[in-house]
């Protein structure tokens, strides 16, 4: 059904157009008539039609003026302009209103027929956008929570897939390298810090009231990504272009946040909390929500923010924390020059501010030394030795010029950088080498994956893994390329025979010796043998 508006001031007209359509197109149309502009334009306020034939020469409010006012009420109305004056002008000035025919006075019903025909694909086309942009909307409303919550996954557990990352920022149109994490707690009562009932009200706000609270969130906090339910927390994360945030913003943030909770509240049957972390890099993000999680559990308020509270790290007002996290970001990525540049930045900072206090630079060029090992090793693949490192502090105390502190500190820094990415090739090209040798050392044995899998201490399918990536070939396939090698040289040997040479090379049985043999070589290891033995 479409609604259709006929306003001419000459009656006939209104008469002729509606038996016109009432014929052709039965009962598709609704029809209302205005016999002025102004009633045209009260009409199409309250009837909201979707095609209005439009006569441009009426007392009052001519059509012009009349089209001009309806299309500010209603954008997306298909006009039709009727007149007996074949005006240039007028037909220009009503094209630019959105006009899709122009008809002359006296007009013919298969020219009205037409026209409406046109409108009617005109307003098809239209409700069949608007379906498919709703499709979109309502599919986009159930993908873009999935893609928020893995967004949120990935900054908490430190997901090592920068790639990933910067997948989900273009999917959520998030273009900031900074941001802070807050935790949603929710529960039946609150008891100090702690709310009760844990369990009961993740279940309830899951299967009832996640959507309302969510909704409440993104009011809160327009451009925040929000993830799932986690135990009785929703975390969320808010860009930031940088990493500072001036008192007032902070504190009209806290009151914000204090409102959310008390909307929630009202919105469900459950008692809220939420903890708010510092900005950080984006990577370094899972920080400040161990931040925003620390400062729930530190104070008995609605809402706790970080920094209002003795749980963060304060530094003195000249102090390079910018620089120190830089070194140990550039370090776990990795970045060698990366951290030499700001370890060498930071150890300025140092002898230029501090260089009558010798020993508190040694102190803390040992302290990031020591810290720097320790990610190193945690990355795995490095084997640690207690006594590795007893000679560092009677090393460090025995310099005497900033120069050879820092000569010490940055080489230390740069050897725990470069190790960051190998520790797991090395203990790859370890763990292969040491399967390598045993296979070069026990060709004659019946070898089996999982007898070697079980000596590297690894599962069958991890060694067979990295077996391939480091060789190029299978296990099996690898074996069996060893043993006809030795079975060649053995077959040389005339006083050998050919199950004495299957024997020494792992197979007990010398019919399955003679196939794999000749699979590889294309000769059985008689024909071998003979052909050796004559020095072809």
Same mark, same amino acid.
């Given at each position: 059904?479409?609604? /259709?508006?006929?306003?001419?001031?000459?009656?006939?007209?209104?008469?002729? *157009?509606?038996?016109?359509?009432?014929?052709?197109?039965?009962?598709?149309?609704?029809?209302?008539?205005?016999?002025?502009?102004?009633?045209?334009?009260?009409?199409?306020?309250?009837?909201?039609?979707?095609?209005?034939?439009?006569?441009?020469?009426?007392?009052?409010?001519?059509?012009?003026?009349?089209?001009?006012?309806?299309?500010?009420? *209603?954008?997306?109305?298909?006009?039709?302009?009727?007149?007996?004056?074949?005006?240039?002008?007028?037909?220009?000035?009503?094209?630019?209103?959105?006009?899709?025919?122009?008809?002359?006075?006296?007009?013919?019903?298969?020219?009205?027929?037409?026209?409406?025909?046109?409108?009617?694909?005109?307003?098809?086309?239209?409700?069949?956008?608007?379906?498919?942009?709703?499709?979109?909307?309502?599919?986009?409303?159930?993908?873009?929570?999935?893609?928020?919550?893995?967004? /949120?996954?990935?900054?908490?557990?430190?997901?090592?897939?920068?790639?990933?990352?910067?997948?989900?920022?273009?999917?959520?149109?998030?273009?900031?390298?900074?941001?802070?994490?807050?935790?949603?707690?929710?529960?039946? &009562?609150?008891?100090?810090?702690?709310?009760?009932?844990?369990?009961?009200?993740?279940?309830?706000?899951?299967?009832?009231?996640?959507?309302?609270?969510?909704?409440?969130?993104?009011?809160?906090?327009?451009?925040?990504?929000?993830?799932?339910?986690?135990?009785?927390?929703?975390?969320?994360?808010?860009?930031?272009?940088?990493?500072?945030?001036?008192?007032?913003?902070?504190?009209?943030?806290?009151?914000?946040?204090?409102?959310?909770?008390?909307?929630?509240?009202?919105?469900?049957?459950?008692?809220?909390?939420?903890?708010?972390?510092?900005?950080?890099?984006?990577?370094?993000?899972?920080?400040?929500?161990?931040?925003?999680?620390?400062?729930?559990?530190?104070?008995?308020?609605?809402?706790?923010?970080?920094?209002?509270?003795?749980?963060?790290?304060?530094?003195?007002?000249?102090?390079?924390?910018?620089?120190?996290?830089?070194?140990?970001?550039?370090?776990?990525?990795?970045?060698?020059?990366?951290?030499?540049?700001?370890?060498?930045?930071?150890?300025?900072?140092?002898?230029?501010?501090?260089?009558?206090?010798?020993?508190?630079?040694?102190?803390?060029?040992?302290?990031?030394? *020591?810290?720097?090992?320790?990610?190193?090793?945690?990355?795995?693949?490095?084997?640690?030795?207690?006594?590795?490192?007893?000679?560092?502090?009677?090393? /460090?105390?025995? &310099?005497?010029?900033?120069?050879?502190?820092?000569?010490?500190?940055?080489?230390?820094?740069?050897?725990?950088?470069?190790?960051?990415?190998?520790?797991?090739?090395?203990?790859?090209?370890?763990?292969?080498?040491?399967?390598?040798?045993?296979?070069?050392?026990?060709?004659?044995?019946?070898?089996?994956?999982?007898?070697?899998?079980?000596?590297?201490?690894?599962?069958?399918?991890?060694?067979?893994?990295?077996?391939?990536?480091?060789?190029?070939?299978?296990?099996?396939?690898?074996?069996?390329?060893?043993?006809?090698?030795?079975?060649?040289?053995?077959?040389?040997?005339?006083?050998?025979?050919?199950?004495?040479?299957?024997?020494?090379?792992?197979?007990?049985?010398?019919?399955?010796?003679?196939?794999?043999?000749?699979?590889?070589?294309?000769?059985?290891?008689?024909?071998?043998?003979?052909?050796?033995?004559?020095?072809?």
């Amino acid at each position: 059904m479409y609604r /259709i508006l006929l306003a001419d001031d000459e009656g006939i007209v209104i008469n002729s *157009l509606s038996m016109i359509i009432t014929k052709n197109f039965e009962s598709q149309f609704e029809i209302e008539t205005a016999k002025s502009g102004r009633m045209a334009i009260e009409v199409a306020d309250r009837f909201r039609p979707d095609i209005i034939f439009m006569d441009i020469q009426m007392p009052g409010i001519n059509g012009i003026e009349a089209m001009k006012e309806i299309r500010s009420i *209603l954008p997306s109305v298909i006009f039709v302009v009727l007149t007996a004056y074949d005006k240039f002008d007028y037909a220009k000035e009503a094209i630019s209103l959105g006009v899709i025919d122009y008809l002359n006075k006296p007009y013919n019903q298969k020219s009205i027929v037409n026209v409406i025909n046109k409108g009617i694909e005109e307003l098809d086309m239209r409700r069949e956008k608007r379906r498919q942009d709703l499709q979109t909307k309502e599919r986009l409303e159930t993908v873009v929570p999935i893609i928020e919550n893995g967004f /949120i996954s990935s900054i908490i557990f430190e997901e090592p897939f920068e790639e990933d990352i910067d997948n989900y920022k273009s999917l959520l149109g998030i273009d900031s390298s900074y941001g802070y994490m807050a935790a949603v707690m929710f529960g039946d &009562m609150q008891q100090g810090s702690h709310l009760t009932n844990a369990v009961g009200s993740a279940v309830r706000a899951q299967t009832v009231y996640y959507t309302k609270v969510r909704d409440i969130i993104k009011d809160t906090f327009p451009d925040a990504v929000v993830g799932s339910i986690s135990s009785n927390k929703i975390p969320l994360f808010v860009p930031r272009n940088d990493m500072s945030m001036e008192y007032n913003e902070r504190d009209d943030l806290i009151e914000k946040s204090r409102v959310a909770v008390r909307e929630m509240r009202n919105a469900t049957d459950i008692q809220y909390r939420i903890g708010i972390g510092g900005i950080k890099r984006l990577k370094n993000c899972h920080e400040s929500y161990e931040e925003a999680l620390k400062a729930l559990y530190s104070t008995k308020g609605s809402v706790a923010h970080v920094d209002d509270l003795p749980i963060a790290v304060s530094y003195e007002e000249s102090y390079p924390s910018d620089i120190e996290n830089e070194i140990f970001e550039k370090l776990r990525d990795g970045d060698v020059d990366g951290c030499l540049l700001s370890s060498g930045r930071f150890f300025d900072w140092m002898s230029g501010k501090y260089s009558d206090d010798v020993m508190s630079i040694k102190l803390k060029s040992l302290e990031f030394v *020591l810290r720097a090992e320790s990610d190193m090793y945690k990355s795995g693949g490095h084997l640690y030795e207690f006594e590795s490192r007893k000679n560092y502090l009677s090393d /460090i105390n025995g &310099m005497a010029s900033m120069e050879e502190i820092k000569t010490w500190f940055i080489d230390k820094m740069k050897t725990a950088a470069s190790n960051m990415t190998t520790g797991t090739s090395d203990h790859t090209h370890y763990l292969i080498k040491q399967a390598l040798e045993y296979i070069e050392n026990n060709t004659e044995k019946d070898i089996s994956l999982n007898e070697i899998s079980e000596m590297l201490n690894i599962s069958s399918y991890y060694f067979s893994k990295l077996f391939k990536e480091e060789t190029g070939e299978g296990f099996v396939e690898f074996l069996t390329k060893k043993r006809v090698d030795k079975a060649k040289e053995l077959l040389k040997d005339p006083a050998k025979s050919i199950k004495e040479v299957g024997s020494d090379c792992g197979y007990s049985d010398p019919n399955y010796f003679s196939r794999i043999f000749k699979k590889a070589t294309g000769m059985t290891p008689t024909e071998y043998k003979e052909r050796a033995g004559s020095g072809l």
